[in-house]
């Protein structure tokens, strides 16, 4: 079983879902991550999700595409996000950590490369949001010889003809986009994610993480209720752009917003 697999069948057994931040890797400096990633495991997060920064994020907001931009100028690479995430490893070996990002990036370096050294430094999924099922041929197939797990996306827009494609390709969990547009673009639609998640679940026996919205301890309960994970990304996003000059308080900032996610979402249980 994998990392992923065995966090989502623990907390089902404890009868709670996961609660999984995403940040963009090296934002604002390398040496805030994995710092970060410690701080919000201890703060009740189950999955990590590490963003890999690029040039091009066009399906983030404002918000992500600044961290992006912090990124990149403080020098950060594919390997530097690997390292990090090989530095995590070494004082945290049961969070589940999964790189997202765009395809370029992985395809520069070249799958197979990528798949080893991603494995070796402790990654256990991958999403690219800019890769498509009907793409991933390639691909696949070196991910699963590296136990790497394949995080596809479903949107709004997404016919049950394709959920059942995508529920086919994907492993790990399924990541279902709670609105249209960008990341951080405006506000969840509680019973509408509701009932697109019931539908997807007609579909998919994976886990159902739900993002985009997200903001506050409310949204992140009112998608416990109905998802198996609830993931945020850039109402944390934001809380490193604002402290980006005091990069000692980051860690303890979003660290906060996330316990009073944490203690919300199982307040909903």
Request: charged letters at 20%; a negative charge.
């Amino acid at each position: 079983m994998s990392r992923i697999a065995g966090c989502f069948a623990a907390l089902a057994a404890q009868g709670r879902k996961a609660l999984i931040p995403y940040v963009t890797a090296g934002d604002p400096s390398a040496s805030v991550t994995v710092p970060l990633m410690h701080a919000m495991v201890e703060a009740g997060s189950d999955i990590i999700e590490l963003g890999m920064p690029f040039s091009d994020p066009m399906a983030d907001g404002p918000v992500i595409q600044l961290a992006c931009e912090r990124s990149l100028a403080a020098g950060t690479t594919l390997l530097g996000v690997l390292d990090m995430v090989r530095q995590f490893r070494q004082d945290n070996d049961t969070t589940p950590v999964v790189l997202m990002g765009y395809l370029n990036p992985v395809e520069a370096m070249g799958y197979e490369v990528f798949a080893e050294r991603a494995a070796a430094a402790g990654v256990d999924g991958v999403l690219l949001v800019d890769l498509p099922p009907e793409e991933a041929v390639e691909m696949a197939p070196l991910f699963d010889q590296h136990g790497l797990d394949r995080v596809f996306l479903l949107a709004p827009t997404t016919t049950e003809a394709r959920m059942q494609t995508i529920a086919e390709a994907g492993t790990g969990y399924l990541y279902y986009v709670s609105l249209k547009g960008v990341t951080g673009s405006a506000s969840l639609n509680a019973e509408e994610v509701a009932a697109k998640v019931e539908t997807i679940r007609k579909h998919a026996k994976l886990p159902i993480g739900v993002g985009f919205g997200i903001k506050d301890a409310a949204s992140a309960q009112a998608v416990s209720r109905v998802a198996d994970g609830v993931v945020v990304g850039s109402a944390l996003v934001q809380r490193i752009a604002d402290h980006a000059q005091q990069p000692e308080a980051i860690p303890a900032q979003v660290a906060g917003l996330l316990a009073e996610m944490r203690a919300a979402m199982d307040q909903s249980e």
